[in-house]
C-alpha cells in the first residue's frame, strides 16, 4: 500500500510526464516564441504549477534543464578547482568571481524559463533577473580576461580603470536588454535584437580583444604554436555559436512546428554557452600557471568591491523598472481586449 502511495506520488510530482499543453495561438503574443508553434503550458497558473513542470514535457522543458544541468556542471567544475587549484592560489579570487557569475546566469535562466508563464509582470521580471545573471557572467568573464589572460602591455594600461568600467558595462547591458524587453512587443523587431547583441556584444568583443594581440605575437615568434592558444580558441567558437542561435532563430524557423520540444534554437544556445563556460575554467587555470599576463595576482578586496558594486546597480535597474512594466503590461492589455 505505501509502495502504491509511493508510486503515485513519483508519477504525479517527480516522474516526467506529458503535460496538458496549448498551442501558440492560445496564449498571449507575450509568451508565444517565433517557430514554437505547441507545448506551451497553460498560462496564469500558481507557482506550484510551474515547479512541477520541471519535470513534465513541454515547450520549455529543455530550456529549464540545459541551464539546470549546466548550473550543477559549473559547480562541480568550481568546487573541483577550488579544493585542488591546479593553478597559483593568488588566482583563486578570479576563480571565485567567474565561478559565482557563471552560477548567476544558469540559476537565472532556469528561474526565467520556470516560472515566465506565470504573468506577464512576473514575464518581465523573470527575464530582468535572467538578464542580470548573464551579466553578472559577463562581468565574471571580464575579470578573468584581464588576471589571467590579457595581452601585457593592455595591462599596464588599463589596470586602474578596468574594474570600474566594466561593473559599469556589465550593469549597462542588464539595464539596455531590460529597455529593449519593454520596448517592443511581440513579434520583436530585429532592434530588440541589436539592443541585446550591441550590449553583450561589445562587452565580449573587448573582451577578446585583450587576447588577439597575443595571437598575433604567437603567430610570427617562430618558438610559438598557436595550438597553445587552443583553450581560448574552442572558448570563441562556443561564443560564435552561441550568437549564432541566439540571433538566428534557426533552426526553429525553418523546421515550424517540428522542434517545438527537442532542438530549438534557444536550447542549442543555452548547451553552447554552458559549454563555453565550462572551457573558461580551463583558461583561468591555463593563462595563470604559464604567467600569459603579468603575474600579479588581483587584489581580492577590489574584486569583492565591484561585485557587490554590480550587483548593487541591477538591484536598483530591476527595481525602478516596476513602474515601467507594470505600464507596459497595462497597453499590452488594452491592445489585446481591442484585437
Ligand atoms: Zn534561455
Known sequence: MEGNKLLCFLRRHVLPRAQTTISSNQVIVLYREPGILTGYRLPGQSFRYYLASVFQIHNETVNIWTHFVGFFLVLYRWLTFLYDPPFDTRFLPVLNVFGFGS????????????????SPVIHYLCFQIDYAGNACYSLGFSIYMFYTSCHIPFFDI?????LPFMVMLSAISCLCCSIAKIKYARPYPFRRKIWNLLSFGTQTVLMFSLVVPRYLSCYYDPLCQLTSMNHHTYVVIFVLLSVFFYSSRLPDKLLLGKVDIVGQSHQLFHVSSVMGTLLQFDCIAWDSNHHATINMAPDPRSLLVAMISYLTLVFYIICSFRPFILKRVEIDLKSTKEH
Open 103 to 118: 552560477l548567476c546566469y544558469t540559476l537565472g535562466s532556469t528561474t526565467a524559463h520556470t516560472f515566465h508563464s506565470k
Open 158 to 162: 588599463l589596470n586602474r580603470s578596468y
